[in-house]
Structures are given as C-alpha cells and as structure tokens.
C-alpha cells in the first residue's frame, strides 16, 4: 500500500491529510512532497486519521517536517492519530515533540487564534 | 552551502543481483551509509563468510552475498550493500571454516548467524536470532546525564518486564520500557535516584531446560541490542527508540540509570548449546577453551566468554561505548565480574586488560563501574577486585553481616559497626564509594522473604529444590511462610524497617531491590530466575496494602539525602557508644551496637541497633553544639511514628536517656 497526500485550505489553515502506510518505502516521496505543499508560513494541520502505519522512517520524516516548520514561521499541529499510531508515538517520545489537537477543526482553531 | 557527496558512495560491482562495493572494515556491525549499508564482521579461522540478506518475516534469504577476497583485510570481511531497505530487511552470516572441535573450530556452513554486533535482532517467533539495522538518530534535545556522586546514590534493583508486568501496574503498556516511564513519578515519590536494569540485552526467554523459561535474562544473545519484547514498540522493531526515551525521561526525572551486563558468558552454552553467534563465528577466539577444547565453565552456565583476549576485549569494550554514547546511560553493574580477570586459560590474571581498559576509558570516564566481585567457580575477590581506584564492588560481606546481626546471630556486633561505616577493612583505600551496600537483590530471598522463611522454597523451579543458595542467613519469626499470627507479623514488621533503616544509615551506596519498599514476596523461592508470572512481577496491590512500610522507605531515604554524613566523611566523624554514653561494648555476647555521626552543624545522626529480644535503657551522649535530641525513627514504634517527615522530627522528652526496644533500631537527630 503506498500513501496518498490530499491537502485543502480551510479558514486560512492548510490540511493536508496523508492516507496509507509512512514507512521507509513511501517516506522519501511523502517528505519530499510535504516540503512542497507546505507554505512557507501560516498553519498547517496534518491529518492523519487514514495513516493506517507508521515506521520508523515515517516518524522520522513526520518530526523533519516539523523541525523545518519550527525554523521558519509556520505553525503546524497533528490530528486523527489512530490508537496504533499514537501509542507508538508516545512510547517511543516522538509524540512529546507536537502540538497534537483533536480534530481537524479544532486544529484551524487553535492555529488561527 | 553545498554539501560534497561522498566519491565512493557508487557500487563497484553486483554480487546476486545487489550492488556492492568493498566495505570499510570499522566500525564493525551494519552502519548506514550514503546510498546503503555497510557490513563488517570479524572472523579470524573462517575460509569463507557469505552476507545473507532476508526480507522481514520471510523464510528464505532474498539473496546470499559471498564476500569476495578483495573485500577482506586482515581477518574482517567488509561489504557495502546499495539500495536496501533497512525497515524491511533482516541479515545475518553464513561462515564456512573447519569443524575440528579437537582444535576449537565449530564453523558449520550450513547455519546463518547473528552479528554480534547488531544494534536490533527480531527478537521473537521463529526467526528470533535474525539481525536488523536501526535508525540510530535520536533527538536527545540537551539530555543532560545527572552525574550524581557516587555516594550520593540510591540504587533501586528492578526487571523492566517484572516491575510493570502484573495487571495492577495501571500503566498502557505493561512490561515494557514504556510502562516503567509511566512509573516514573512513583520512583521520584520514593526518592531513589538510580535504577539498576536487570539485563535489557538480548537474550532467549525460553532458555532453560526446567521450566522452559528464562526470565532474569543472564544469557545474553545480542550485546548490541536492546531486548525487544520489553518494548511495546518492538514489534515495530523500534525497541532503540524507546529505550532511549526511558533514558531520556529518567534523566529528565534526576534519575540514573546503571545496566545490569553479562559479559562472562553467552546463551551458547557448551558443545550441547545452540550455535547462535560467536561458536560459528569463531569459536577457539570468543570463548575459553580447556586444553583438549572443551568449554572452561566458570560462568555454571556451560561456557566462559574469552574477554582478556584482545578480539573479545574490543568487543566489549565497542560494547559498554555504544551504550554510554548512543543510550547516555550512566554505568554498568558487570555479573560475576570475577571472571573478567581471568586469562584465555582461566588463569587469574594480575593486571587484566579488560578491568584496566575499562578503568581508563575516556567514553566511559564518567561511567559508574560495578563488579559483582565473583564467580561461579570460587574466585571471590569483595575487597580485592582489580579496582583500578575506580571499580566499586557489590559487597556481599555487607548483605551477609547485616543479614546475621538483625535475626540476632552473636558476635557479629563488631562486624556490623565495620560495614555501618563503609567497611574500611575492605575499602579504606577507596573510600566509601567502593561499597554497594546491599541486604537484597534479584538473586536470592526478597526482603519480606528474608524474614518470613528459614529455608528456600524452590520446587516450582523443576530441581528439587536443589537449586539457589541454602546460606540465606535468613529468619522466619516463629512460623514459615505465610501467617496471620499478629506476634510473627509484628516481629518481621520491626526487622524488615531495622534492615531498611540500617541500609540506609550506613556509608556506602546502597541498593534497594525494587518492591522490598512494599513487601513484595516470592513466596520463599530465592532463585526466581524461571519464572515469568505473579509470583515475579511487582503487585502494585501492594502499594495500598503496605502503605505503612513505603511511607517508612520513603522517609528513610530521604532522611538519608538529608544527612551528608551518612553518605561519607572522615573516620573521626564517627563516634561509638553502647548502653552508656561512649563505652562501645565490643564483646562478643553485645547485641547494642550505637553510632553517632556528627558531620558538623547540625548534620549529627545517632544511629542505635539492638539486636537483643529484650529492651535497653541508652545513656545519650549530650548534643553537640547545644542542640537537642530529636527522634526521626523508631521500629519499635507503631507506624505512623515509626518514621517521621525529616525536618519535622518531634524532640525528645528526657534527652539523657533512650529506651530501644527489642529487636528495633532507631535514629535521633539534632536540630
């Protein structure tokens, strides 16, 4: 299974929601296309409710992403982490690292205020 | 700024359909590298070594890389590979040399190996020996290692799996490294600030031929590896990941945290045991061989890793590095560390390379290095373990000593005074940081065992009970086992809190075993090493139910982390009394053994312990510095008021005189 990224603009904020499995095969691609979609600043919201699988690598793609927000002035949350994907992401510490909101609307809300 | 590619990061050849090139011999292990991986392994006596690549979970190697003699230097066969997926791929070596065990050489073609120095095996279902590369990038943020003094320690013994693993741990991911992060908060709440992990290495937990388990874990199969059933995350096969961040979190907490390794042997056993790593890799180098090249066996496990030979050395050495640099931890406690000092043939050696190494060390400078100071055939150096002035020792003497003198024994009054004081008769050379005090560990009774058996109870363990030691030097108040006798209880209540009490009033680094704080039992079975079940696992239940006894463990150590002169300080700081004021009776029918430690100001503690079944009346010594008297503990005393908050010790009422009860020790302070 490869993974799909849709992304839409709502209230200002980016969505881009990302379906499928983030491991090492699709990883290179998703970074490479995230870096693409993402504006340079305002908010972005990641959905990743229809993330069914997370490796390593994708964890590590999802965090640069993050990082390369941080350093310059976009503000970017992750929602729809199913139970899996969260609990791998907080056993493992990557979880700590995000502002994690509860849905996508909530996520618009909280970038926009 | 442009970043310059690698000129020799491009495939020089295909060898069954893969890309390769020759490989770089160091490090040892697979390495990522632009564009692949890179594999090297050692093998002095091998004629041949083939790189067996498989994709995760399949029963069949995707392809079989012999390589070349090109790619050989000296005896390390080294190989970059292009184009792997390393989330998707497992390894290992097909080596081909002679089988001659007369000469030590068991290479069988015909078997695929683990890379000793793999950083993850699979770890579980059929293929559990399989190697596999980890991501090794961590975002440690500005971890910053506690760097507590030595003697500043308060060491908490705990089975990663064992301590959150019973039902009532309340934590999301029971048994694993993750769960103990969650119990973080408990272990602050307690106030130690070290955890010593029973082995996370590698190892087969059903090895064992009795009960067809192997919980403990002192059998280790990947030196390299975290275990990754204790990750919840080890099915994902990032057991690297959340070992790191139980580091992470620990240091962030204050909290050490100290691996229990086992380098004297590996879970190969002898000529019987499974051909998993170093027999097939090279046999004659990696493990010691009797002269007609049987397995020397000073482990009691079947065989002896050969660590004074200088392969095996850097090995071990590459080994405790890793662990020191890639997971932060903060020391190693080595199993029958004995051992270490012995030559290829077994022989004690006087200067052995492997301690002094060790010692000197620049990654590991600031490692704490700990020596259970013997093995399983004799050798028993507590005291005379090649220190190097920086190795400190497991002090067996000290477990037995206060073992003796709470259930009463005579003539250990004297000795008791030895180890309350750091036991110079071993370490005055060294200092106080030498000693790991200690009244219980994994191996043996458990604290609430010590005092409620006078034998061991193994028949679950499948030997007939021949198994585990029958010196215990333990008592079980008047009845064995289990009881709800309210005399038996209240007795082993009191010297349950006077063994707490002395442990953590003595100089030293004490060790706590984790659950004693709670009354945890093993039902008399002082060698649980095969069971992996309540009767192992710490039961939370307890909590509740012994609340007294932790509030009690609690205030000791934190009495103890108020006190520095507890912790150390001159031999002058310490002044003896007895039932009168600065007459220490020495004789051996004395059962009253009374210390004061005055460290100046008003850090003075008066430690008394009475052993006797009858009360004294004590003489006190007049405060120093016209302070007063007050009382921070006494077992004699019903809880609450058998320990009180430190700092807000009540004075005593008639400060010329202490009446210690039976059997009970007790603490006063000035203020």
Known sequence: MSMELRHQIRNGVTVVTLDGRLDSETAPRVQQDLRALLPGEGQVVLDLSGTVYMSSAGLRVLLLIYRHAQSGSLRLALTGLTPDVRAIMDATGFLGFFTVVESVDEGVEALTV | MTTLEPIDAYPTQRISGFSVRAGRSLPFGATRVPGGVNFSVFSNHATSVTLVLYRSGAAEPMAELPFPEAFRVGSVYAMTVFDLDVENLEYGYR????????????????????????RMLTGAGPYRHRSRVALDDFDWEDDRPPRLPHEDLVIYELHVRGFTRHPSSGVSAPGTYAGLVEKIPYLKELGVNCVELMPVFEFDESDNIFTGVNYWGY?????FAPKASYATTGREHMQVDEFKHLVKELHRAGIEVLLDVVFNHTAEGD???????????????YYMLTPDRHYYNFSGTGNTLNCNHPVVRGFVLDCLRYWASEFHVDGFRFDLAAILGRGPDGELLHNPPLLESLAYDPILRDCKLIAEAWDAAGLYQVGSFPDYSRWSEWNGRYRDTVRRYIKGDLGVTGEMATRMVGSPDLYSRRGTAATVNFITSHDGFTLRDLVSYDHKHNEANGEGNRDGDDTNHSWNCGQEGETDDPAVLATRARLTRNALLLLLASRGVPMLLAGDEIGRTQLGNNNAYCHDGPLTWVDWGLREENADLFRFTRR???FRRAHPVLRGGSPGSVHWHGVRAWSPDWSGHCRVLVAMFDGGGDDCVYVAANSHWEAHALELPAPPRGLTWHLFADTAAAPPEDAHEPGHEPALADQTRFVIGPRSVAILVTH
């Not at chain 2, 007369?102 to 793999?118: K, N, Q």
């Not at chain 2, 059998?219 to 030196?223: C, Q």
């Not at chain 2, 998993?276 to 090279?282: P, Q, R």
């Open chain 2, 95 to 118: 080596v081909d040399g002679p089988h001659q065990p007369w000469l030590g050489h068991r290479f069988d073609a015909t078997r695929v190996l683990s890379d000793p120095y793999a």
């Open chain 2, 219 to 223: 059998s280790p199969i990947g030196f």
């Open chain 2, 271 to 285: 000529e019987r045991g499974p051909s998993i790593s170093f027999k097939g890799l090279d046999n004659a180098t």
């Open chain 2, 556 to 558: 000791a150590i934190a």
